[in-house]
C-alpha cells in the first residue's frame, strides 16, 4: 500500500518568510510524528499527535513553529517567520499506535532558509 | 553526557562478517530501544525493538539489551555490501514511545 507522503520535497525560502509542510500519513495510523534532522545531526522530535490532538509538543523550538492535523489523516507543519537555523529535514511519520514508535517515515521535506 | 550515544564510525567490515553496532544511553528507566537504518539521503527505516533484556533476532539481524550497563546493541550477520547505511539508535524520552531521542548514527560501510 502507500507510504507516508509529504510534500513538497524541497522548499526554498527566504529568511522572515512562513512555510507550511504537509504530510499525508499511511491510512488509518491514528499515531503521528514531526521529527526534523539538520545536517549531520540525530533525528530531533517535534511534536506528537494522537489522532487530532496533540499530547506531545515538546519538541517545537519555538512558538514560531505549529502544527495541526485534521481528520485524523493530513497534518501540517506551518513555520513562520522562518530562520536560517531551521534549515533541516522535516521528516513526518506516522503508525498504529505510539507504543511502537514511529514505524514509517515519509521522504522528508528539505527546507533551505537563505 | 548526552542522552544516546553512538560511535559515528565509520565502522567497515569485510562482506559476509558479522557487524557490531554500539549504543549507550543515560536514562536507567528506559525500557524499550529501537534500531533505525537510514540510507544516504533517505529517510529512516525501523528494523527492530527490544524490550527485554537479552537478544531478539530477526531474520540476519539481533539486538542485544544489557540494561545494568545501559548498552544496546545490533549485530547484522553476513553483512551485505546492500547494508551499507548509517545506523540510529533512539530511546523513548521519559518513558514515552511518542518521543524517541535518537542517537547520531554509525555509519556502516560493508565492504565487497
Known amino acids: 500500500g502507500a507510504g507516508v507522503s509529504q510534500s513538497p520535497s524541497n522548499k526554498v525560502t527566504e529568511k522572515g518568510k512562513d512555510v507550511e509542510l504537509r504530510c499525508d500519513p499511511i491510512?488509518?495510523?491514528?499515531?503521528l510524528y514531526w521529527y526534523r534532522q539538520r545536517l549531520g545531526q540525530g533525528l530531533e522530535f517535534l511534536i506528537y499527535?494522537?489522532?487530532?490532538?496533540?499530547?506531545?509538543k515538546s519538541g517545537l523550538p519555538s512558538d514560531r513553529f505549529s502544527a495541526e492535523r485534521t481528520g485524523e489523516s493530513v497534518s501540517t507543519l506551518t513555520i513562520q517567520r522562518t530562520q536560517q537555523e531551521d534549515s533541516a529535514v522535516y521528516l513526518c511519520?506516522?503508525?498504529?499506535?505510539?507504543?511502537?514508535?514511529?514505524?514509517?517515515f515519509g521522504p522528508g521535506t528539505r527546507l533551505t532558509v537563505t | 553526557q548526552k542522552e544516546v550515544e553512538q560511535n559515528s564510525g565509520p565502522l567497515s567490515v569485510p562482506e559476509g562478517a558479522i557487524a557490531s553496532l554500539n549504543c549507550t544511553y543515560s536514562?536507567?528507566?528506559?525500557?524499550?530501544f529501537f534500531w533505525y537504518r537510514q540510507y544516504s539521503g533517505k529517510s529512516p527505516e525501523l528494523i527492530m525493538f527490544?524490550?527485554?533484556?537479552g537478544d531478539k533476532e530477526d531474520g540476519r539481524f539481533t539486538a542485544q539489551l544489557n540494561k545494568a550497563s545501559q548498552y544496546v546493541s545490533l549485530l547484522i550477520r553476513d553483512s551485505q555490501p546492500s547494508d551499507s547505511a548509517t545506523y540510529l539508535c533512539?530511546?523513548?524520552?521519559?518513558?514515552?514511545?511518542?518521543?524517541?531521542?535518537f542517537g547520531t548514527g554509525t555509519l556502516l560501510a560493508v565492504q565487497p
Open positions: 533512539a530511546v523513548p524520552y521519559g518513558g514515552a514511545t511518542n518521543k524517541l531521542i
Open positions: 491510512s488509518g495510523h491514528t499515531a
Open positions: 511519520a506516522s503508525s498504529l499506535a505510539s507504543s511502537g514508535g514511529p514505524g514509517n
Open positions: 527490544i524490550y527485554s533484556n
Open positions: 536514562d536507567r528507566g528506559s525500557q524499550s
Open positions: 499527535f494522537q489522532g487530532n490532538s496533540a499530547p506531545d
